[in-house]
């Protein structure tokens, strides 16, 4: 937030109960959120299970972009890999099949950083020969709905977001009725890995 939106914040809420998803500097507040480091873990144990050296990790925009970074690069510095050399960044979407297309031959797995690019991945290694799930595992990321109506059925890692908007309306409640009168707290919730046909994933 820029300062004086944070300012303006302060003000309006006063003594009013806040729980929130977002970190606002300076307002003290409950707050609920998935655990990104935690999911670019799970990516980078994905990667490394597929064989780092035939793998590649598609990182694009969204929320929590940067710490799913940082936590996939920490698995892979940790067993020796070097990152830079799986990790793809790419701003735009309109890029994925030329990404794809780079290292279509010699990629046997890809994780995407979400589901919906995911898909756009899966269609483009079906255009060059390679089948998703056969040739070629993919993990998304996100656990939409579609995700499981596809076929083949999208593995993905599901950062609970249910379980972050669950959890701070009990927050919320408690505070409400004063069974909860400790100070502000931050909470992240773990991600699962959900394993469908695309990856046969589990750790």
Do not use: H, W
Not at 22 to 36: N, W
Not at 43 to 68: C, H, K, N, Q, W
Not at 121 to 141: F, Y
């Amino acid at each position: 937030l820029e300062p004086a939106a944070a300012e303006t914040l302060r003000r309006r809420i006063g003594r009013l109960t806040v729980v929130s998803r977002s970190a606002f500097p300076d307002v003290e507040c409950d707050r609920f959120g998935s655990d990104f480091r935690e999911v670019g873990r799970l990516v980078g144990r994905f990667l490394l299970t597929e064989g780092a050296a035939s793998s590649m990790y598609i990182d694009l925009p969204g929320e929590g972009r940067a710490a799913r970074r940082s936590g996939c690069e920490e698995v892979l510095g940790a067993s020796g890999v070097d990152p830079d050399a799986v990790i793809v960044s790419v701003e735009s979407a309109d890029d994925l099949e030329s990404v794809v297309a780079a290292r279509a031959e010699r990629v046997k797995a890809i994780a995407v950083s979400n589901d919906c690019a995911a898909v756009t991945v899966m269609l483009a290694l079906s255009r060059l020969g390679r089948a998703p799930g056969r040739d070629v595992s993919v993990l998304g990321q996100g656990n939409y709905p579609f995700a499981r109506r596809i076929r083949p059925a999208l593995s993905t890692i599901d950062p609970c977001g249910y379980d972050v908007g669950r959890r701070a309306m009990e927050a919320l409640m408690q505070r409400l009725s004063k069974q909860r009168m400790s100070a502000p707290e931050e909470t992240l919730i773990a991600p699962r890995v959900v394993a469908r046909d695309t990856a046969r994933v589990g750790f």
